[in-house]
């Protein structure tokens, strides 16, 4: 449990959905199959792909998001442009819902990740999301946060887009938590625009599920197992307009606590 950020409430057995639509298991299988084979696939290309000029490597991450999400099963209905104004870094801040959320973002906008440590430890996943440049976070070390700062921060001024889950932690969908305000410190140390995004899960029926909702002491391939044995399973993603950088403030952290209060804002659609 790390020291210094939220850790939700939601659990497993109080925060999940109730049983939904599911596929036969031979599909189940078929998917878990197909999964494994392009997650094994991005782990081999992805050294060769990282040699590529930026808008061909885009658009091949892109597609590789697409096609790992459906061979899950997982519809994706994706509005809005990702971002911000002139195409330079800017800090893409979402909902955390599940583990999909990632491939998901990936499918509108291409970024590095920050994640926790353990993520790097996952079975073949981690070495997947290690090797796309995602800066790993300890959770449990709150005297490494402000280089990890620092770090986000160059990569904004160097025009990458970074992908942050502000909440601190994966909440079922039905419950959220507050924004944290440390990491938008890297752009306002930047002067990088905040991208607000909201990320929903549905059953094809328009019911909302937390069926991928990956909470408390749920492990990757018990989720993982839930996520492919549902049928009409459709993630909404919205990226939302830009934050411009913030003007005059009174402090630092002034300034980060309002991108944070306005980013979490447009994201619960509050107006």
Known sequence: MSVWLPTATC??????????????????????TACLAAVVAGVVLTPPVRLLPYDTRDRLIRLWARVLLRTLGVAV?????????????V??????????????LAVGRPG??????????WPV??????GGGTVFLDRDRLRTLPDTVTAVA???????????????STWCGRESGRFRPALFQAAVEAGAFVQPVTIRYRLADGRPTSVPAF???????????????????????????????????P?????????????????EGIH
């Open 251 to 267: 402090t630092r952290a002034g300034a980060r606590r309002d991108l944070a209060r306005r980013a979490q804002a447009a994201v």
């Open 154 to 168: 160059e990569m904004l001024r160097s025009g990458q887009p970074v992908i942050v889950f502000p909440e601190g």
């Open 77 to 89: 209905h994706l509005t809005g442009a990702g971002g911000g104004p002139g195409g330079g870094g």
């Open 112 to 121: 590095r990740s920050l994640a926790k440590t353990e993520v790097r430890q």
């Open 91 to 104: 800090l893409v801040v979402a909902n955390h819902v599940s583990w999909l959320d990632i491939p998901l």
């Open 11 to 32: 659990r497993p057995e109080t925060c999940l959905a109730e049983p939904s639509p599911e596929v036969s298991h031979p599909r189940r299988v078929l998917r878990l």
């Open 125 to 130: 996943l981690g070495r997947l999301i290690a």
């Open 215 to 249: 909470v408390g002491d749920d492990g990757l391939l018990t989720s993982l197992a839930r996520v492919v044995a549902a049928r009409g399973l459709v993630a909404e993603v919205t990226f939302l307009p830009p934050i411009p950088p913030p003007g005059p403030q």
